[in-house]
T-cell receptor, first 111, second 110 residues
Framework: DAGITQSPRHKVTETGTPVTLRCHQTENHRYMYWYRQDPGHGLRLIHYSYGVKDTDKGEVSDGYSVSRSKTEDFLLTLESATSSQTSVYFC??????????FGQGTRLTVV | QKEVEQNSGPLSVPEGAIASLNCTYSDRGSQSFFWYRQYSGKSPELIMSIYSNGDKEDGRFTAQLNKASQYVSLLIRDSQPSDSATYLCAVNGDFNKFYFGSGTKLNVKP
């Protein structure tokens, strides 16, 4: 399973509150990604990281920020959650063979 | 913006038949191509990677790549009900970013 753990697995939060999702990997991979998956849209890249403190925006980054202070942890923060951010969030790592492997996902509901 | 296009399906095939899934991509510079399988409520699982033109076989799965036509396909031989899932096509772009299609739902009928 590529040693990727996402937490929490499920979360319900209120509109306007900040939310942080955590992705933890155990295999020292350089690349990490956050995606969201919504019906009809597939997987869309939110932010990605190519090393400690090296991050950049993806296709749908508005309203999200990330931090990577250690190789093993990649945090996604919704600064002020909105109903449009209700989604399933997947963390992934990119290997040296240029393959991506995913965590179990976090189902976030914003009410 | 990289685009990866798939027919959303559902694609229905009888058990034992060949399922053919197709994908096109917009970035002619893409070099790496992937197929993922995703069961309902689960995370995507990598099943095939292909990097050069032609066919690559792994068990019942064959990936086909045609860079000139910007086309990737996945064939599943002897389809089983357990193959029923959504299949996602992905391409690798700059900075090792991965771009995904919206997926094709496959139903294999017993």
């Amino acid at each position: 399973d590529a040693g990727i753990t996402q937490s929490p697995r499920h979360k319900v939060t209120e509109t306007g509150t900040p939310v942080t999702l955590r992705c933890h990997q155990t295999e020292n991979h350089r690349y990490m990604y956050w995606y969201r998956q919504d019906p009809g849209h597939g997987l869309r890249l939110i932010h990605y990281s190519y090393g400690v403190k090296d991050t950049d925006k993806g296709e749908v980054s508005d309203g999200y920020s990330v931090s990577r202070s250690k190789t093993e942890d990649f945090l996604l923060t919704l600064e002020s959650a909105t109903s449009s951010q209700t989604s399933v969030y997947f963390c992934a790592i990119g290997t040296a063979k240029l393959e991506a492997f995913f965590g179990q996902g976090t189902r976030l509901t914003v009410v | 913006q990289k685009e990866v296009e798939q027919n959303s399906g559902p694609l229905s095939v009888p058990e034992g038949a060949i399922a053919s899934l197709n994908c096109t991509y917009s970035d002619r510079g893409s070099q790496s191509f992937f197929w993922y399988r995703q069961y309902s409520g689960k995370s995507p699982e990598l099943i095939m990677s292909i990097y050069s033109n032609g066919d690559k076989e792994d068990g019942r799965f064959t990936a086909q790549l045609n860079k000139a036509s910007q086309y990737v396909s996945l064939l599943i031989r002897d389809s089983q009900p357990s193959d029923s899932a959504t299949y996602l096509c992905a391409v690798n772009g700059d900075f090792n970013k991965f771009y995904f299609g919206s997926g094709t739902k496959l139903n294999v009928k017993p």
